[in-house]
T-cell receptor, first 113, second 113 residues
Framework: ETGVTQSPTHLIKTRGQQVTLRCSSQ?????VSWYQQALGQGPQFIFQ???????GRGNFPPRFSGLQFPNYSSELNVNALELDDSALYLC????????????FGPGTRLTVT | DAKTTQPPSMDCAEGRAANLPCNHS???????VYWYRQIHSQGPQYIIH???NNETNEMASLIITEDRKSSTLILPHATLRDTAVYYC??????????????FGGGTRLMVKP
């Protein structure tokens, strides 16, 4: 059974640019959640996708957007990057949207200069 | 969602039991207690969860007080590899939109030889 994978591992972007991060969910999982983790803090929920539809969103501006594909993999897109967007971006997959455990990938480290 | 309170850090001797407390005095009847941990530079890892009864799995035991206002995660024989930040999370049991994990600051557990 393949776990959650994310790409790229590390990324450096310039303020104002756009970025796309990718996540492949664990086999059999139809739900993907994205989190942002700033240095020294706990992860903060960005949004969740269930069967290709957004199924809840945290307190993040519209320039954070996402997609989920028919194979349940997902993308996180961030437009007009700001310095404060520098963080570890984590995706987690689960079997559904209820009390199922969420299994996290290793994350993508984004640095905005 | 109910807020959790955890000590910011704890030490434990290798081979001894690590007992990590969590206060969730505002927990409501349909909310579960989840524990995750995050080893440095990795994504969070699910440990265990429970509603009312004590739970045990191959990683840990979860003891929930009768009034459900606090809980304790027990690692019975801590090893150096258990050094991590441990997050106690209260999560609705309903299949509501998002059903995200709300991470606080966690407890940084240092297992020492």
């Amino acid at each position: 059974e393949t776990g959650v994978t994310q790409s790229p591992t590390h990324l450096i972007k310039t303020r104002g640019q756009q970025v796309t991060l990718r996540c492949s969910s664990q086999s059999g999982h139809n739900t993907v959640s994205w989190y942002q983790q700033a240095l020294g803090q706990g992860p903060q929920f960005i949004f969740q996708y269930y069967r290709e539809e957004e199924n809840g969103r945290g307190n993040f501006p519209p320039r954070f957007s996402g997609l989920q594909f028919p194979n349940y993999s997902s993308e996180l897109n961030v437009n007009a990057l700001e310095l404060d967007d520098s963080a570890l971006y984590l995706c987690a997959s689960s079997q559904g949207t209820g009390t199922y455990e969420q299994y996290f990938g290793p994350g993508t480290r984004l640095t905005v200069t | 969602d109910a807020k959790t309170t955890q000590p910011p850090s704890m030490d434990c001797a290798e081979g001894r039991a690590a007992n990590l407390p969590c206060n969730h005095s505002t927990i409501s009847g349909n909310e579960y207690v989840y524990w995750y941990r995050q080893i440095h530079s990795q994504g969070p890892q699910y440990i265990i969860h429970g509603l009312k009864n004590n739970e045990t799995n191959e990683m840990a035991s979860l003891i929930i007080t009768e009034d459900r206002k606090s809980s304790t995660l027990i690692l019975p024989h801590a090893t150096l590899r258990d050094t991590a930040v441990y997050y106690c999370i209260v999560r609705p049991g309903l299949n509501n939109a998002g059903n995200m994990l709300t991470f606080g600051g966690g407890t940084r557990l240092m297992v020492k030889p």
